[in-house]
Nanobody, 122 residues
Framework: QLQASGGGLAQAGGSLRLSCATSGRTFSSYGMGWFRQAPGKEPAIVAAISRSGGGIVYEDSVKGRFTISRDNAKNTVYLQMNSLRPEDTAVYYC?????????????????WGKGTQVTVSS
């Protein structure tokens, strides 16, 4: 079970930090991803990280602004979001890729948490 938290309202240029925790003992074997879904759109990758943390991918528009990280001892993955823009407004989801890779495509993710709303005002 994945539980995302940390969403909320921020002004453009501000920061938020999302967390996604799980109680499972297999967290360290999962690749983890953050996705977002804007109204009327499909979920899209924001960032993903492999089980070891050595492989990381970002969606182009968040490169240099967002940072994904994980703490396997705490069974938690984070998304630090800086320099927020109104177009970052969406529901953000964390998800687990049981193959361990942390890939871009939603279809590779087996477990999804409930979303957390991020709203960025201009």
């Amino acid at each position: 079970q994945l539980q995302a938290s940390g969403g909320g309202l921020a002004q453009a240029g501000g920061s938020l930090r999302l967390s996604c925790a799980t109680s499972g003992r297999t967290f360290s074997s999962y690749g983890m991803g953050w996705f977002r879904q804007a109204p009327g759109k499909e979920p899209a990758i924001v960032a993903a990280i492999s089980r070891s943390g050595g492989g990381i991918v970002y969606e182009d528009s968040v490169k240099g602004r967002f940072t994904i990280s994980r703490d396997n001892a705490k069974n938690t993955v984070y998304l630090q979001m800086n320099s927020l823009r109104p177009e970052d407004t969406a529901v953000y989801y964390c998800a687990a890729d049981t193959t361990g890779y942390g890939r871009r495509q939603p279809r590779y993710y087996d477990y999804w948490g409930k979303g957390t709303q991020v709203t960025v005002s201009s």
